[in-house]
């Protein structure tokens, strides 16, 4: 369980044995029983299987794919993904690839609702941005939803992830988008459901070898 669930937990059974102290009898105990018994399963960490590989990207989150949208920016194509995380997901977050942790940027916000497309923007979110060992860029912010009114992230900048590796996690219902270089290959689609650190979204292709000096005098010469 995550760490943060012990507090939840802790509390509504202090609350309990409080209520079953001054009110007499457990009937008074049974909601806060019950509310400890959500948040310890709620809080669930559950091992993973990693798959190994290069140019995999793993999904950072638990969830359904609610959107995937192609984009063209001045510095190029992109594939972004949305993860949509119900209150009976698990709430940890992983690292979609191996690499090193280049920027992490918080921001305040509202809570929308997390299906709203608005929420991308104007929502409580931390971007992070992780510089594979293949050589290129992953980002995956945590959006805040309706309920959702904290956002954890643990690394810092410049600390090296592995892919799979628990980062952080938001609170009750929430969002994680995913953004992928355009040349990404992906294994899923709008409607599926994907599990945090196992379940592969997409696969980077190898650059193709820049052709040396020799190369590009012998095809001259042919």
Do not use: C
């Amino acid at each position: 369980m995550v760490r943060d669930g012990y507090f939840y937990v802790i509390a509504f059974l202090t609350v309990a044995i409080l209520l079953h102290l001054f009110l007499g009898g457990w009937i008074w105990s049974v909601a806060p029983v019950l509310l400890a018994a959500f948040f310890l399963w709620f809080f669930r960490d559950p091992e993973r299987t990693i798959p190994r590989g290069e140019g995999l990207v793993v999904s950072p989150a638990d969830g359904k794919v609610t959107q995937v949208v192609r984009v063209t920016a001045p510095e190029g194509e992109t594939l972004r993904l949305s993860i949509f995380l119900n209150v009976f997901n698990v709430h940890v977050n992983r690292s979609p690839v191996a690499g090193v942790l280049r920027e992490v940027r918080y921001q305040k916000g509202e809570f929308l609702n997390a299906m709203n497309p608005a929420s991308a923007e104007r929502n409580e979110q931390n971007l992070a941005v992780v510089e594979s060992d293949e050589g290129y860029s992953v980002a995956f912010k945590q959006i805040a939803g309706l309920l959702a009114r904290r956002i954890v992230f643990n690394p810092t900048p410049g600390m090296r992830l592995e892919r799979g590796q628990r980062v952080g996690l938001i609170k009750f219902g929430s969002r994680v988008d995913v953004v992928l270089p355009g040349n990404a290959q992906l294994h899923v689609k709008q409607g599926d459901h994907v599990k945090g650190g196992s379940s592969i979204l997409a696969n980077i292709p190898a650059p193709e070898p820049m052709a040396t000096k020799d190369e590009l005098l012998a095809e001259t010469l042919v």
